[in-house]
């Protein structure tokens, strides 16, 4: 079945450690983004691509890298310059339609700092 | 400013009420609009995209306000499958890139 894959499901880490969350979607989508969601709180855009080797920050890039090396894969690095990294992240990829697009989601991976 | 603001909630509402939830975004260029549906501790589901004529799905109606820069979701006959989140999705599209912007979401608990 189609659809995006985020892995680990949760994870927890020491502080000081940097941590790579994994995005993979069999969807054929050119976009893809990441989000971080806080307990009671909306997504916020970490960063997003539209293009393989292409990406930009969202509104809370400090502290995360990305890459983008295959249109597959969307990996998320919560560095240890994240002051606050314990989140809810949630990977997504776009399919883009003539005048709309829907976000497709992955499970979410929860990111506990210890 | 926010790029998109929702009304905070929660709204409590009975069964059979109708709801509705209004959202603001400040980008005049946005293109795209949507409403998703967030069940707690899960992934954000596409509600209904919101089109400029105004679109209905069932008890969900849709609407979009370009000049004044916000759309709406109403909800009609409640349901208790119906309590969740409900998030507003702007797309300030610009520069070749869709930037999909989330409200913070609106918080609807339907009682018996």
């Known amino acids: 079945d189609g659809g995006i894959t985020q892995s680990p499901k949760y994870l927890f880490r020491k502080e000081g450690q940097n941590v790579t969350l994994s995005c993979e979607q069999n969807?054929?989508?050119?976009?893809m983004y990441w989000y971080r969601q806080d307990p009671g709180q909306g997504l916020r855009l970490i960063y997003y691509?539209?293009?393989?080797?292409?990406?930009q920050k969202g509104d809370i890039a400090e502290g995360y890298s990305v890459s983008r090396e295959k249109k597959e894969s969307f990996p998320l690095t919560v560095t240890s310059a994240q002051k606050n990294p314990t989140a809810f992240y949630l990977c997504?990829?776009?399919?883009?339609?003539?005048?709309?697009?829907?976000?497709?989601f992955g499970e979410g991976s929860r990111l506990t700092v210890l | 400013r926010k790029e998109v603001e929702q009304d905070p909630g929660p709204f409590n509402v009975p069964e059979g009420a109708t709801v509705a939830f209004n959202c603001t975004y400040s980008?005049?260029?946005?293109?795209?609009f949507f409403w998703y549906r967030q069940d707690c501790r899960k992934e954000p589901k596409l509600l209904m995209s919101?089109?400029?004529s105004g679109n209905e799905d069932g008890r969900f109606t849709a609407q979009l306000n370009r000049a004044s820069q916000y759309i709406s979701l109403l909800i009609r006959d409640s349901k208790l499958s119906d309590s969740a989140t409900y998030l507003c999705?702007?797309?300030?599209?610009?520069?070749?890139?869709?930037?999909?912007?989330f409200g913070a979401g609106t918080r609807l608990a339907v009682h018996p």
């Open positions: 691509s539209q293009i393989v080797n292409d990406f």
């Open positions: 997504a990829s776009l399919n883009k339609g003539m005048d709309t697009g829907e976000l497709f």
């Open positions: 999705v702007v797309d300030g599209f610009s520069g070749g890139y869709n930037k999909l912007i």
């Open positions: 969807l054929n989508h050119d976009a």
């Open positions: 980008n005049s260029a946005s293109q795209s």
């Open positions: 919101v089109y400029s």
